[in-house]
């Protein structure tokens, strides 16, 4: 199945962690710096006990990310606190293209590396995953397991229960590596810290005047047939968007749908998800593909009756994000999809909502699952990765570092800025500057220059694990102690939508497959599901739908499915819930 965009990962930490910086190969200061304690001026009785090492670590990151960015690196606020701290100065070196794989190949290829590498997610079904384990059985990179034993944060990976399954298995501790490991995977949450609001998953929203105009009690909306009556009475309300042009009962996904990814519409058929998220599950006491279901067949009925009755955007499933943002802005959509925190980004929703008060969007139902349950299910799971090239010095002092910045002390520092400068502390708790608060909205570049991550910023991020914002810091979002205004909406929508949520952590079926003795074979045709299924929704006439699926089911048989699905099956039995069928996030 498809990514999901890389805008949701990123706000499950409520901000985008990306890297940059300029290549200095030397282990020494940049021109016109110069270390705050340094080897030969003050003894060792002066550093303090978190000094590490009088050098610069040089970053190479696999994101474009530029523009959020200090203006300069070396020597802002925080990270001149940090090189008084631990005598490091990071510097950060980002790609110039999207093409993250190509750029990777050409890099490994180069045999020129920095001092560490970071990718973005790395899952075994990512595009980069092959080329990094190719790297890594190569001999190019270095063994992290002696270097973290004896770190307080890192050494934490070590021990049992800690890692979420996958990133254990697929990523850090794989078996073929023996007692080695040569990735690092960031975005750990400490077992037992509250996790995030958002992990909730995509919901159905209408505009909130509307609702009220027809007098329809939108939290009793349960069902698919109740779904379609709200929609023929939206249309058959005549309502506007601001520009008086007609607007569309049901509107694409707030991020669009470019690629033609069914479940950015999953919303839609919120009580026939079978297989939400992996395409498989059990049918009875059977492990089944969705296309083999009859689930397949009620979501497409359902989409086309839609669109038949003029009820759903025709462009849904190919309507681009720029577009869509824009329709919302103007309130051209009366339902649309979204997360639950999207009307607290800088979105069209948001724009909408401050525009407009009192028509905002809000939560439909909650929606029943194919199950029948209102509670959501969200995969425990990890995200950037890092690796030491075989080439660096000192690679202990690296680690090291990457340890200081994941604890609270460096946390605080590229989270939070300086005390006294950026926030105050108080009972553990952290409290943001007024005129910090203030430029999170009016001058967001202001803080990134300052160093830290508050507004959109990036910087600092290698230390982007073992999260626990609410034991750390009392609080999950930035600066909530000091105004909750920007989430408390997003927090009393969750409340409606997400009475319960359940986090599982195990393996996908794509990641199964990864490896699997015939994967080359049946996973085009496994992806070939979404085609085949936006073919059948558009198609002349439900039979002709019918014939689209049937054709796709027999390549299905043909490419191995039947044997897949009995090792799923065999391996969950084995260990029940390792494989993890469904999630509605």
């Not at 499950?12 to 030969?40: H, I, M, Q, W, Y």
């Not at 300086?418 to 007024?434: A, F, N, T, V, W």
């Not at 508050?454 to 991020?461: H, K, L, M, T, V």
Request: hydrophobic letters at 35%; proline letters at 4%.
């Amino acid at each position: 199945m498809k990514r999901l965009p890389a805008l949701l990962m990123v706000l499950v930490l409520a901000v985008s962690f990306v890297f940059s910086s300029c290549r200095n190969r030397e282990d020494k200061e940049p021109d016109g710096t110069k270390s705050s304690v340094s080897d030969t001026e003050e003894g060792d009785e002066k550093r303090p006990d978190t000094w590490i090492a009088d050098r610069q670590l040089s970053v190479k990151v696999f994101m474009m990310a530029e523009n959020v960015l200090p203006s300069d690196q070396v020597n802002n606020p925080v990270a001149q606190e940090i090189k008084k701290r631990t005598g490091i100065t990071m510097v950060y070196d980002t790609i110039k293209t999207t093409d993250e794989d190509q750029e990777m190949t050409l890099y490994l290829a180069s045999g020129d590396f920095h001092d560490l590498m970071l990718t973005g997610t790395l899952h075994t079904t990512s595009p980069m995953f092959p080329i990094v384990i190719k790297a890594a059985r190569e001999g190019m990179f270095t063994d992290i397991v002696p270097l973290i034993k004896d770190t307080a944060i890192l050494g934490k990976y070590l021990e049992k229960g800690y890692l979420p399954i996958q990133a254990r298995d697929d990523i850090i501790f794989r078996e073929e590596f023996g007692d080695k490991a040569y990735i690092l995977q960031l975005g750990v949450e400490r077992p037992g810290s509250q996790r995030a609001a958002w992990i909730a998953g995509i919901d159905t929203y209408v505009r909130e005047d509307i609702a009220k105009a027809l007098d329809v009690d939108i939290s009793q909306i349960k069902t698919q047939d109740q779904l379609y009556e709200f929609a023929k009475k939206i249309k058959d309300g005549n309502f506007k968007d601001k520009n008086g042009n007609p607007l569309y009962p049901i509107g694409a996904h707030l991020f669009g749908n470019s690629d033609s990814d069914p479940e950015r519409m999953s919303y839609l058929w919120r009580n026939w998800d079978f297989g939400n998220r992996s395409g498989f599950d059990y049918d009875g006491n059977v492990v089944k593909h969705v296309a083999f279901t009859d689930y397949v067949y009620k979501r497409i009925g359902f989409v086309r009756k839609l669109l038949a009755e003029g009820l759903l955007h025709r462009e849904a499933f190919s309507i681009a994000s720029t577009r869509t943002q824009e329709d919302i802005a103007n309130g051209s959509y009366a339902m649309t999809s979204m997360h639950v925190h999207s009307q607290t980004w800088d979105t069209g929703a948001e724009q909408w909502a401050k525009e407009n008060p009192g028509k905002r969007y809000i939560p439909v139902g909650p929606m029943l699952n194919y199950k029948g349950e209102v509670a959501r299910t969200a995969k425990i799971e990890a995200n950037d990765c890092l690796m030491i090239p075989k080439t660096t010095k000192n690679p202990e002092e690296v680690i090291k570092f990457i340890d200081f910045m994941a604890s609270r002390e460096g946390k605080l520092l590229w989270q939070y800025g300086l005390e006294g400068k950026h926030y105050e502390e108080k009972d553990s708790k952290i409290y943001p500057k007024e005129w910090v608060m203030n430029d999170l909205v009016e001058a967001p570049k202001t803080l990134i220059d300052e160093g830290f991550i508050a507004a959109g910023g990036i910087w600092g991020n290698i230390g982007g694990t073992d999260y626990a914002p609410v034991e750390d810091f009392g609080q999950y979002w930035f600066g909530e102690l000091v105004d909750n205004t920007k989430w408390a909406f997003g927090e009393s929508l969750l409340k409606i939508i997400a009475p319960e949520v359940k986090y599982v952590s195990g393996y996908a079926p794509e990641g199964v497959l990864q490896g699997y003795e015939n994967e080359m074979t049946l996973k085009p045709v496994i992806d070939a599901f979404d085609d085949a299924f936006v073919k059948a929704v558009f198609a002349g006439s439900m039979d002709e739908a019918r014939d689209i699926m049937e054709t796709y089911k027999s390549q299905l048989k043909k490419a191995g499915i039947d044997d897949f699905c009995e090792l799923l099956q065999k391996q969950d039995e084995k260990e029940p819930g390792i494989i993890i069928f469904y999630l509605s996030s």
